[in-house]
């Protein structure tokens, strides 16, 4: 059974940096696109990030110039990171990756969060 987990979440100062990962496991696959995703409590879980399986990468207007994604596909994770945080960056993050085994499909992590302080 194919997993994501995710980690690296936490609390930081406005203007910080933090650094997600999200790794996948389980059995026999492939990956294609990993992406980012957050949420907020009472709001629809919005597009972040994305990076392909050749490192092209697309990013949300809001993160663009300060929030950067990669992957090491020898280790099947994906990595976000992220600076100069601002309160409004505060949400769950979560993974999503499009994952073959015996056909393509979507996995997602549990989630971590992210809070930044003013």
């Known amino acids: 059974q194919v997993q994501l987990v995710e980690s690296g979440g936490g609390l930081v100062q406005a203007g910080g940096s933090l650094r997600l990962s999200c790794a996948a496991s389980?059995?026999?696959?492939?990956?294609?696109?990993m992406a980012w995703y957050r949420q907020t409590p009472g709001l629809q879980r919005e597009f972040v990030a994305a990076i392909s399986r050749q490192g092209s990468t697309n990013y949300a207007d809001f993160v663009k110039g300060r929030f950067i994604t990669s992957r090491d596909n020898a280790k099947n994770t994906v990595y976000l990171q992220m600076n100069n945080l601002k309160p409004e960056d505060t949400a769950v993050y979560y993974c999503?990756?499009?994952?073959?085994?015996?056909?393509?499909?979507?996995?997602w992590g549990q989630g971590t969060q992210v809070t930044v302080s003013s």
């Open positions: 389980g059995g026999s696959f492939s990956i294609e696109t």
């Open positions: 999503r990756a499009d994952i073959r085994t015996d056909r393509l499909r979507n996995y």
